[in-house]
Nanobody
Framework: QVQLVESGGGLVQAGGSLRLSCSVS????????MGWCRQAPGNQRELVAV???????NYADSVKGRFTISSDNAKNTVYLQMNSLKPEDTAVYYC??????????????WGPGTQITVYS
């Protein structure tokens, strides 16, 4: 079993900052990548940022220059620092991890999601 626990969501004024955290625990052999997606009402879930175990990162164009993904591999934790937040960043943010289990199976796992609301 693998669990993802997110924290750091909330309500923030436009221009403000928030930092999300996601810790991965359970039956883990290795983690291939961790990242964040978001889903606003009426929209499809979209990639926000992802980081591989080698440290490569990828960002949605809409957040480049404002959001930064980082990780603490020793703690199996990924962070998303969000600056210069805009009302259009309002969404439920989901943590995602591509995990290789001790049985050498690779599976994607999702956190329950955390709401971020940016008001103007």
């Amino acid at each position: 079993q693998v669990q993802l626990v997110e924290s750091g969501g909330g309500l923030v004024q436009a221009g403000g900052s928030l930092r999300l955290s996601c810790s991965v625990s359970g039956s883990i052999f290795s983690i291939n990548a961790m990242g964040w997606c978001r889903q606003a009402p009426g929209n499809q879930r979209e990639l926000v940022a992802v980081m591989t175990s080698e440290g490569s990162t990828n960002y949605a164009d809409s957040v480049k220059g404002r959001f930064t993904i980082s990780s603490d591999n020793a703690k199996n934790t990924v962070y998303l620092q969000m600056n210069s937040l805009k009302p259009e960043d309002t969404a439920v943010y989901y943590c995602n991890a591509s995990v290789r289990t001790p049985e050498r199976l690779t599976t994607d796992y999702w956190g329950p999601g955390t709401q971020i609301t940016v008001y103007s």
